[in-house]
């Protein structure tokens, strides 16, 4: 549902009660709805956000009587929500109800793969599921919105934050954010008891972070703004959005916090977005230090100007708008706007009819960590996980083996949820040893050493993980990133797996056994060495509360592999940034030919990824058979039809993910080698063939023009057919048609 049809559809009935209310409040009164501070009453997750100096919950109070407070973030707690919304509508003078938010992420309390890895999935419908569940916990424990998702387009994976996204392709990062929303923000309307108010976050550009530093400028092209980093905006709006987040960023030299043109000119002038837009933390402020501002009152004037309705922590819009409205550098009529958003959005979500929602201390119980919650966690999980590599059909162990699980997240459970968790229950993490012997016939058969810490060397680990596993018949690594090193903040120069664990991989390369190698990680890792030529790979990410039972149920075979990666591993860190969908340049480099000269390539290395966008093996044997189309001509207003048979010839059942690429031969601008315009998922018993179709049009087949509109251009194509992103078989067809055309999107 679009967010003016959300709006409309829930507001009608208190539209004249909010405007005699903007009409009843102060000045002081309408900053202090736009207003959002830390709840100082329910636990402030210090792990996750900065102390910001407002937690007196005596001042707080005191704040929301006095009607300076509109909002509060990251408090739950049913019973406590209600004591602090009675603050507001039995003290204050306009008996407004105060809006409760949270970075709910990847689920409240039951915690599910951190987004990035349930991408791997390719599942729009688990992502909406998992959201869904995800809200249901967070509605009843007194939380009305939530920061997620986030749909920045992830290209460098030096970056941190790579693992709160959906990787590096547009198309994917497009349907899982109009997926989640959905999912957050349900189907019965915003003021049904299990919605929460989705917050695409954060407009736009923050990925693009130059070098992967987290907080560090951005500069791209108008067509690499428009082509790649907004469409998973709009596509959240499209959904129903009714918040957005604005970035730290600047882009192209001016902050995002600050830019009319992402947050007005396009979010509103041109998508018709009728939510409010929060600051990130202190973005706002931030101006200042950008350079952007002089002073606070100054960045203030400029974020709120610019779109930026409501502050987050900083207070500079309490500070700061009464002034600057009676100084005339910030007109009343913007400050009814903005407060007029933030009370639509209440009102939507039901608030101005129950204040209380989400306050049912029976109902809290009831839901948060349901059965049904913890049981898709480990569905979730097992379907994030994604097989790199499987020589000699080594995958699945038996469970009657002897096994060795060595490394640092053995039986770790301090690293299974991921970064961005703050409310799960710490006694539900199940480690890979509890999953393992779970799973196993006789759990004796396991041992376990951690050999190493994750980026220090343990005393004696190496020797003892060595007499660990010399009586067994297959060694299985757990190694990789904890989870502090990924998230925000957490930018890395070499995204390769820390040294003292490689020398625990090497030693146990030494005793020549049968090795497999399970990645626990935030990001795509260059691989290397002993890792790179282990058996066989397994990325296993950060698949939440349920990890060590997910894992096992892919790697013993009670579920098959079907995860495909939604970002490419490198072979070296140094290809950062990397996406699947580079352009071929003028001096195209040939793959595989490592000696050519005066080509666009590094000295040490080819222009593509070890594990490509879209890889992931199963435990049948697929292949594909030649493209089938009915014609070699896409008509302007036409369809083409293509297909392709792919057959399963293993032993054990299996499910492809068929992956539809085209690249445009030529353009009036030059074109990506390859783009993913669709996929499909198919489920073959061992010997069963299927064909799979897919239906193109000409919409598809456009690209953000020079003069920045969205445009479709006659001529040949080539079209894949394809597991992954580097191989599948291959076509040609002619778009016929006009010159051009623009449609303007």
Do not use: C
Request: charged content about 20%; cysteine-free; proline content about 5%.
């Amino acid at each position: 549902m679009p967010a003016s049809a959300e709006i409309s559809r829930t507001v009608q009935r208190h539209r004249q009660r909010i405007e005699d209310l903007i009409a009843a409040m102060t000045i002081e009164e309408k900053a202090g709805q736009l207003n959002l501070l830390a709840d100082p009453f329910r636990w402030m997750p210090t792990a996750v956000n900065p102390l910001d100096g407002t937690g007196d919950p005596a001042r707080v109070t005191a704040m929301i009587r006095d009607g300076k407070v509109g909002s509060l973030f990251n408090g739950i707690g049913a019973e406590t929500g209600r004591r602090i919304q009675q603050v507001a509508m039995e003290e204050s003078r306009l008996k407004i109800p105060l809006l409760f938010a949270a970075d709910v992420i990847h689920g409240l309390s039951t915690i599910f793969p951190v987004p990035l890895a349930e991408a791997a999935a390719f599942d729009t419908e688990l992502a909406r599921r998992t959201a869904r569940a995800a809200a249901i916990e967070t509605a009843a424990s007194a939380v009305h919105q939530t920061y997620a998702p986030m749909v920045d387009v992830a290209r460098d994976q030096r970056w941190g934050r790579n693992v709160e996204g959906a990787g590096e392709d547009v198309l994917l990062n497009n349907l899982l954010a109009a997926a989640r929303v959905r999912g957050f923000q349900g189907d019965k309307g915003l003021d049904d008891r299990d919605a929460v108010l989705a917050t695409a976050k954060h407009m736009a550009g923050y990925s693009a972070a130059i070098g992967g530093v987290e907080y560090n400028t951005t500069d791209m092209s108008e067509q690499t703004l428009r082509g790649v980093f907004l469409p998973p905006f709009k596509s959240a709006v499209d959904a129903g959005a009714l918040s957005i987040m604005s970035a730290f960023n600047d882009v192209n030299g001016v902050p995002a916090s600050g830019s009319r043109k992402l947050l007005t000119d396009i979010l509103r002038g041109e998508w018709g977005f009728e939510g409010f837009v929060v600051s990130d933390y202190t973005s706002e402020q931030e101006l200042v230090a950008h350079g952007f501002a002089e002073d606070g009152r100054d960045a203030a004037r400029l974020a709120f100007n610019a779109g930026v309705d409501v502050s987050m922590v900083s207070g500079l819009y309490l500070d700061h708008l009464p002034d600057l409205v009676r100084s005339g550098e910030v007109s009343m009529a913007r400050l009814d706007e903005a407060v007029r958003r933030l009370l639509h959005t209440k009102a939507a979500l039901g608030l101005f009819d129950d204040p209380y929602r989400g306050t049912d201390v029976a109902r809290e119980k009831a839901v948060v960590g349901s059965r049904e919650h913890i049981e898709l966690s480990r569905e979730a999980g097992r379907r994030s996980v994604v097989l790199l590599k499987n020589d000699n059909n080594l995958l699945p162990l038996n469970k009657g083996q002897k096994i060795a699980l060595i490394g640092p997240f053995a039986d770790d459970v301090e690293n299974v949820w991921g970064p961005w968790t703050i409310w799960g229950a710490p006694e539900r993490r199940v480690s890979l040893e509890a999953g393992f012997r779970a799973a196993m016939t006789d759990p004796q058969r396991l041992t376990v050493a951690r050999g190493s810490g994750v980026e220090t060397p343990l005393n004696g680990g190496i020797a003892e993980a060595i007499r660990t596993a010399q009586a067994a018949d297959v060694i299985v690594l757990a190694i990789g990133e904890s989870q502090k090193m990924s998230g925000e903040a957490q930018s890395r120069t070499e995204i390769v797996v820390p040294a003292p664990q490689m020398a625990l991989v090497d030693a146990m390369a030494a005793l020549n056994k049968p090795m497999v190698i399970l990645l626990r990680n935030g990001r795509a890792l260059a691989l290397e060495g002993n890792v790179k030529n282990a058996q066989a790979i397994v990325v296993t990410w950060f698949l939440g509360e349920q990890m060590g039972n997910a894992v096992a149920d892919v790697i013993f075979g009670d579920h098959g592999p079907s995860g495909r990666l939604p970002v490419s591993f490198p072979h070296k860190s140094g290809q950062q940034p990397y996406s699947y969908d580079r352009k071929t340049t003028g001096r195209p480099a040939t793959p595989g030919l490592d000696t050519e000269e005066y080509k666009s390539r590094y000295r040490e290395t080819t222009n593509t990824a070890l594990y490509p966008f879209g890889h992931g093996l199963t435990y049948g044997a697929i292949t594909y058979g030649p493209i089938q189309m009915e014609s070699d001509q896409l008509q302007w207003t036409g369809s083409l039809d293509v297909a392709v048979t792919v057959k399963n010839d293993g032993a054990h059942a299996a499910e492809e993910l068929v992956q539809l690429y085209i690249h445009d031969r030529v353009a009036s601008l030059t074109q990506p080698g390859r783009l993913l315009k669709d996929f499909k998922r198919v489920s073959l018993r061992p010997g069963q063939s299927e064909v799979v179709r897919f239906t193109l049009t000409a919409r598809q087949l456009g690209f953000i023009g020079a003069d920045e509109t969205y445009r479709i251009e006659p001529g040949l194509f080539d079209i894949w057919l394809a597991p992954h992103a580097q191989g599948g078989v291959t076509a040609t067809f002619q778009l016929i048609g006009p010159a051009s055309v623009s449609d303007g999107r």
